[in-house]
Nanobody, 113 residues
Framework: QVKLVESGGGLVQAGGSLRLSCAAS????????MAWYRQAPGKQRELVAA???????NYADSVKGRFTISRDNTKSMLYLQMNTLKPEDTGVYYC???????WGQGTQVTVSS
């Protein structure tokens, strides 16, 4: 069974940076398509960035040029580097295995103005 554990969230000022990590276990990670989602208070969960098993990436328009998704298949890790953060980036960020359809527990990101 796939298990995902996120880390790296926190409080940061606008313009700052954070790096989220997601540790995966229980699957052949290198063959798994992965993604980061976020959910702001009172809003629906939305896709932030995705990466295929081959390393192709896709981003929401709102984060293009500021966020970078990456993966390390040797460590079964997924990352989200977030730069130039804005208050509207605030929310709970979730790691998801798109292949196994499994969610992590989420990590809170708060960007103050």
């Amino acid at each position: 069974q796939v298990k995902l554990v996120e880390s790296g969230g926190g409080l940061v000022q606008a313009g700052g940076s954070l790096r989220l990590s997601c540790a995966a276990s229980g699957s052949i990670y290198s063959r798994t398509a992965m993604a980061w989602y976020r959910q702001a208070p009172g809003k629906q969960r939305e896709l932030v960035a995705a990466i295929t098993s081959g390393g192709n990436t896709n981003y929401a328009d709102s984060v293009k040029g500021r966020f970078t998704i990456s993966r390390d298949n040797t460590k079964s890790m997924l990352y989200l580097q977030m730069n130039t953060l804005k208050p509207e980036d605030t929310g709970v960020y979730y790691c998801r295995s798109e292949t196994a359809r499994v969610w992590g527990q989420g990590t809170q990101v708060t960007v103050s103005s």
